[in-house]
């Protein structure tokens, strides 16, 4: 089983910036996909960023140019940094990994944290 712990939630004014943080603990062999998700009340999940072991990103066209993710592979941690916050980005974030157990058969995990919030006020 692999627990996602996040932190860096909070409040803050429109333009600053804030740094989610995401560790993965637990029987692990190996993260493929790290990345961040978010959500407001009566909409869908929505992709914000994710990260592949190997490097490659991907951002959801309203994050682009503003937030950055970030990968320690070997620690099993990774990062989202927001600048240029807006109202439109308050929302509950979520930290997802997928890869594979530390198991007899090396069986895939996909794992979501307990959520953090980020509240940008106007």
């Known amino acids: 089983q692999v627990q996602l712990v996040e932190s860096g939630g909070g409040l803050v004014q429109a333009g600053g910036s804030l740094r989610l943080s995401c560790a993965a603990s637990g029987s692990i062999f190996r993260i493929s996909t790290m990345g961040w998700y978010r959500q407001t009340p009566g909409k869908q999940r929505e992709l914000v960023a994710v990260r592949a072991s190997g490097g490659s990103t991907n951002y959801a066209d309203s994050v682009k140019g503003r937030f950055t993710i970030s990968r320690d592979n070997a620690k099993n941690t990774v990062y989202l940094q927001m600048n240029s916050l807006k109202p439109e980005d308050t929302a509950v974030y979520y930290c997802?990994?997928?890869?594979?157990?530390?198991?007899?058969?090396?069986?895939?995990?996909?794992?979501w944290g307990q959520g953090t919030q980020v509240t940008v006020s106007s």
């Open positions: 997802n990994a997928q890869g594979n157990g530390a198991d007899i058969g090396l069986r895939r995990f996909d794992s």
